[in-house]
Nanobody, 126 residues
Framework: QLQLVESGGGLVQPGGSLRLSCAAS????????IGWFRQPPGKEREGVSC????????HYVDSVKGRFTISRDNAKNRVYLQMNSLKPEDTAVYYC???????????????????WGKGTLVTVSS
């Protein structure tokens, strides 16, 4: 079965950290740019970060720059999102997605994704 599966979400206090993982099965994640999206309660889904297929290029939206770090381990067929200094406004369902084009950057989030995960909930609250 071709799928992406997210894990690592949960409840964390403001200022805390979480590490999300995105595991691919049935296909080789190394052929795709991989990104993270999030959908806050009552809001539309938005792009957060992406990483190129080789891992050489990363992109972050302004709201998470300096706090989130995306990485990948193609040998393990996984992509990670390290989230530090979390804020209540980071509360959302986080999804990973795989897309072949365009290159990872500000336009990548608006292209058609080949694969989507089902999401993992991150709640930042005291």
């Amino acid at each position: 079965q071709l799928q992406l599966v997210e894990s690592g979400g949960g409840l964390v206090q403001p200022g805390g950290s979480l590490r999300l993982s995105c595991a691919a099965s049935g296909f080789t994640v190394g052929y795709y740019h991989i990104g993270w999206f999030r959908q806050p309660p009552g809001k539309e889904r938005e792009g957060v970060s992406c990483i190129s297929s080789s891992g050489g290029t990363t992109h972050y939206v302004d709201s998470v720059k300096g706090r989130f770090t995306i990485s990948r381990d193609n040998a393990k067929n996984r992509v990670y999102l390290q989230m530090n200094s979390l804020k209540p406004e980071d509360t959302a369902v986080y999804y990973c997605a795989a897309g072949a084009s365009p290159p990872c950057g500000s336009s990548w989030y608006y292209s058609g994704m080949r694969y989507w995960g089902k999401g993992t909930l991150v709640t930042v609250s005291s």
